[in-house]
């Protein structure tokens, strides 16, 4: 336990670096690009992280699994995995150097096809980094992983605020590109962070292990076709809301909902730093996980719970971070903050179909969540706008954190101690709801929110934490 939490720390640090200099762009970006502008924006940001799934098809996950199997060759692994994503993504550049016209009229951006290319391009460089950052994590060498990625994030915020801020202030004429700066910030930023993972590109061998490939392909495949909905759960809201509402409000409705979406960081990063460090500490360590798995999840769920009530009761400083054109929306924070959540919680629960070789479980729930994300949106944004969409991404991630526990339970028991689980949720989403509604107006009862969720916690991992307290005295 205490390895897993020092490696989510270091990561953790990295995360929130990273996100805070990310995060800090939502102000720049919501208050120098339109509503329908930052929509555009959030579409690009959408569509690369699906093409994230489908191009790097479960590989990164595959060779944590292949590669800490007994008596496998690490190098063979990491170079056959090098070589398959290597020749993918050059193959899917290719492809769109003659695709990307009409892979922009279908994404409604007919007058700037060029985004679209660039796009690619940003994908194709994260894809040929995902698995070089996965063996960094699995030879835990989180301080070289930490590096790189703050001074990937860094270069892509510092050109963001000298294209729209410092350039223009100095007097210098920028065309109007509007988002097309973002994406080359974002180019710059990836061609960076390639550089600096140069070392790891020459530790590829001229080896490709045909064996090694298939056994990693039916790991991964699985968890392809499970990411899609997954990214879809995700992700898809966007574009439900773009082709569902009316088309002159359509762009400004996508651009409100990611702004707010944006507020639910601070669940976000930690979720990302947790997924880093857990899914090569437990592969490690997969003899002895299911106490581990049972203990990690209810820690876990209580400091979701903390930092979800403690972010809605500051909303009233929070809401500072987006341009006062979107606080008339921030009603949908409290049910996204509350679904990143359950997100959260799925991260850590998923574990069992990984570390068991089921992933086709994995496939079957986010099918399920990614069902419940179509009719849900299908059925509530023509009603109630994008209101609608928050509610729908609540209701997809509780049902796929239920099916995940039932399915689990039957598959690779595992103690969870469910009581407890129930009991910080509810507090959350109890205590929450309070929190929001007098965070806008007056301090007082959000700080008696925000302490109680913190009590609540508290008294009931209290062992714990006099465990803890007592090693510290001297």
């Known amino acids: 336990m205490k390895s897993l939490m020092g490696d989510t720390a270091l990561y953790g640090l990295s995360s929130i670096l990273a996100r805070v200099l990310n995060f800090a762009l939502t102000p720049l970006l919501t208050v120098v690009l339109s509503k329908s502008e930052y929509g ?45 994503l290597l020749t993918s993504s050059i193959l899917f550049l290719a492809a769109m150097a003659f695709l990307y016209v009409p892979a922009a009229d279908l994404l409604r951006m007919e007058d700037r096809p060029e985004l679209v290319l660039m796009m690619a391009w940003i994908v194709a460089m994260d894809v040929v980094a995902a698995v070089p950052f996965a063996r960094l994590r699995a030879q835990r060498r989180a301080k070289r992983f930490v590096a790189i990625k703050i001074t990937q994030i860094a270069v892509n915020f510092l050109l963001c605020y000298a294209f729209f801020l410092f350039i223009p202030r100095a007097g210098v004429w920028l065309p ?79 651009g409100t909902y990611s702004a707010i979406y944006k507020l639910s960081i ?34 876990f769920t209580g400091i979701l719970s903390i930092g979800m009530v403690w972010v809605l009761a500051g909303l009233g400083g929070i809401k500072y971070f987006i341009d006062a054109k979107y606080w008339d929306s921030l009603p949908l924070l409290y049910f996204l903050l509350l679904a990143n959540v359950f997100l959260s919680m799925n991260t850590q629960i998923s574990m069992w179909y990984k570390l068991s070789d089921q992933t086709r479980m994995g496939l079957y729930i986010t099918l399920t969540g990614f069902a419940i994300t179509a009719l849900g949106n299908l059925y509530w944004i023509p009603r109630v706008g994008i209101m609608g969409a928050a509610w729908t991404t609540l209701a997809s991630y509780v049902a796929m954190a239920l099916l995940s526990i039932l399915l689990g339970q ?40 925000a302490a109680l969720i913190v009590a609540v916690v508290g008294y009931a991992e209290r062992t714990v934490l006099f465990k803890r307290f007592k090693r510290l005295e001297p």
């Open 40 to 84: 555009v924006n959030s579409l690009l940001y959408v569509s690369i992280a699906f093409l994230m799934v489908i191009l790097t098809y479960g590989f990164e996950t595959a060779y944590f699994r292949v590669s800490q199997k007994q008596g496998a060759d690490e190098s063979t692994v990491y170079s056959t995995a090098m070589w398959s």
């Open 410 to 449: 039957y598959h690779f028991p595992v103690p969870y101690n469910f009581g407890r689980l129930i009991l910080y949720v509810a507090s959350a989403a109890s205590l929450g709801w309070v929190a929001a509604y007098f965070s806008m107006t007056t301090v007082w009862p959000s700080i008696i929110c």
């Open 266 to 299: 601070f669940i976000i990063l930690f979720n990302q730093a947790f997924r880093f460090a857990a899914e090569p500490f437990f592969f490690k360590e997969s003899a002895q996980t299911r106490e581990q798995l049972a203990d990690v999840l209810r820690l």
């Open 176 to 254: 109007d590109f509007q988002v097309g700066w973002v994406l080359i910030a974002n180019l710059a930023a990836s061609s960076v962070m390639i550089l600096m993972l140069l070392p790891e590109f020459f530790a590829i061998q001229r080896r490709f292990d045909l064996q090694i490939w298939k056994t990693m392909l039916v790991f991964g495949f699985p968890l392809l076709l499970a990411g899609l909905p997954g990214v879809a759960n995700e992700m898809a809201d966007r574009f439900f809301i773009e082709y569902l509402m009316p088309a002159m409000e359509a762009k400004e409705a996508v």
